[in-house]
């Protein structure tokens, strides 16, 4: 770096400005910034690169740079977002920033197209790009390819993961409904695993393993989700202005009359498991008088519906109906889900009081025995026995053995049970906790490992023939084998 050379040097806001350096120290440099002429300031020589000549070209990749640092990356990659170029190769890897809107044709059916079979570099980024050379490779090397998409909460790797899953299954699907199955298991999982949070108003709460297999022609033919990491702690408790799972509110919002009565459902304030949080609906202006005002929180009716282009609760209620349906569910096993999901909020609604007795332990208050016969409905319990087993616990010992020692469940004795943090304590409120966080999970974990997204695939594959043995037969004799292209979604 020399004098009269323009460089990059730490801003404090902005990462980096550019400037040139009037003086060269012994450890610093006095840098004169561009935009402030005649106001130098020093900079550690560690901190600052060399800038290139012209600060406002872009390059397609970022080794194509004549000057490859932080800085140059950053501004490259800065200067091609505002152009709407929200992708930039370095070498096969591709950097993507999250544009927060519709870029006009950049997911296109033709965009697809023009991707298929070109070798990377000769269009310009784009995560199709990466998505062909996966496919490419699988199929010239006769391997399985990973993608990892990793990026902080918000950056955008559930879509672009989407957009990979869109374009393998619309380039090389085998028109089958498989390929429309895999896609449309996003909107279930989302419903069940995604939730507004600070940052990010579709937020997935959990990490995905995405596997697609294809087969020997090289032919999308299934796919498979594994999930881990569900944050557990949000089913029961959410910051102020964040929510938990989006499915709770789509089923307050777009279920029919008939169901939200047999589901004996109410607007999210009236559920200890939401109303510690956001209790707005996401609606559009039209949609949000589409909702029933019985159904909206006194929070909705005085600051208006959540607003996200991409979200609706309504809309999407439908959608994942719709899902459901593609994926396999019929109409019974959709109404089951939804009254599990029913009975997890009645289950947080139920309070407990300590008995008095010299025995100890804790019951049910009175007014929670509505409550009780809800849950205890919604989840097909015997109601005695959900009772016992929401104040009991059963210790086994080491050695084994399967009937255990009986305990009752207390209540933290001198707590105060109206602050989220005491309540939490609560050995009784923690024993209902558990419990209906195991329900969640459970039905999370049906959901996401329901094999039907593969298996069915494999038995419509088969129902050519006469039975599911003689086809699993020929599999054999075909030496039909899957490869996969994986994409982590962390
Ligand atoms: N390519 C894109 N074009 C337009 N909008 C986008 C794009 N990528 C992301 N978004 C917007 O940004 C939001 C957040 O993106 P996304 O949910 O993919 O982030 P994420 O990295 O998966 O976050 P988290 O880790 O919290 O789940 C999306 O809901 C969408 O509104």
Request: proline fraction near 3%; hydrophobic fraction near 40%.
């Amino acid at each position: 770096m020399d004098d009269g050379k323009p460089v990059w040097a730490p801003h404090p806001t902005d990462g980096f400005q550019l400037g040139m350096i009037v003086d060269i120290g012994a450890d610093t440099l006095t840098i004169e910034p561009v935009s402030h002429r005649g106001k130098t300031f020093l900079a550690p020589i560690s901190q600052v690169f060399p800038a290139e000549d012209d600060v406002n070209k872009h390059v397609e990749d970022n080794c194509s740079l004549m000057y490859l640092n932080e800085a140059t990356l950053l501004n490259n990659v800065r200067v091609r977002y505002s152009k709407d170029m929200i992708y930039t190769f370095v070498a096969n890897i591709l950097i993507a920033v999250n544009p927060y809107y519709d870029i006009p044709k950049l997911y296109a059916p033709e965009t697809i197209k023009s991707y298929q079979g070109r070798s990377l570099g000769t269009l310009p980024p784009h995560v199709y790009a990466i998505a062909d050379k996966a496919y490419r490779d699988m199929k010239v090397l006769k391997m399985s390819q990973s993608i990892i998409v990793s990026g902080e909460s918000g950056a955008g790797k559930t879509e672009n993961t989407k957009f990979v899953l869109r374009y393998l299954t619309t380039s090389y699907g085998t028109g089958q409904d498989i390929d429309e199955r895999i896609v449309e298991a996003n909107p279930l999982l989302e419903a069940f695993g995604n939730a507004k949070t600070v940052r990010n108003n579709n937020s997935s709460r959990f990490g995905k393993f995405v596997e697609i297999h294809f087969n020997e022609k090289n032919a999308v033919v299934g796919g498979f989700v594994s999930h881990y990491l569900l944050e557990k702690s949000r089913i029961c408790m959410q910051s102020s202005d964040e929510r938990n799972y989006h499915i709770f509110y789509r089923l307050c919002a777009g279920a029919s009359e008939d169901i939200k009565n047999m589901l004996h459902l109410n607007s999210p304030d009236n559920f200890r498991y939401l109303n510690r949080g956001c209790t707005r609906y996401f609606a559009s202006k039209d949609s949000d008088k589409q909702i029933m005002q019985n159904r909206k929180s006194p929070e909705q009716m005085k600051v208006g519906a959540l607003r996200d282009p991409q979200l609706d609760d309504v809309g999407d209620f439908n959608r994942m109906c719709i899902a459901m349906k593609k994926i396999g569910l019929d109409d019974t096993e959709k109404l089951n889900l939804f009254r599990v999901v029913a009975g997890v909020l009645h289950l947080g609604n139920i309070d407990f009081e300590e008995t008095g007795s010299t025995s100890g332990g804790c019951v049910l208050k009175n007014q929670s025995n509505q409550t009780l016969q809800y849950c205890a409905e919604l989840l097909g319990l015997d109601q005695d026995d959900l009772r016992v087993s929401l104040t009991t616990r059963v210790m086994l010992t080491t050695s084994g053995g399967t009937k255990g020692t009986v305990i009752k469940i207390v209540v933290a004795g001198g707590q105060d049970r109206s602050s989220p943090d005491n309540a939490m304590m609560g050995y009784v409120v923690e024993a209902k906790i558990v419990f209906m966080t195991l329900v969640y999970i459970h039905m999370f974990w049906v959901i996401i490992q329901d094999k039907k997204i593969i298996i069915l695939e494999i038995i419509s594959y088969l129902s050519k023939y006469e039975s599911f043995k003689m086809g699993m037969q020929m599999f054999i004799d075909l030496n039909l084998c899957f490869r996969v292209i994986e994409s982590l979604d962390l």
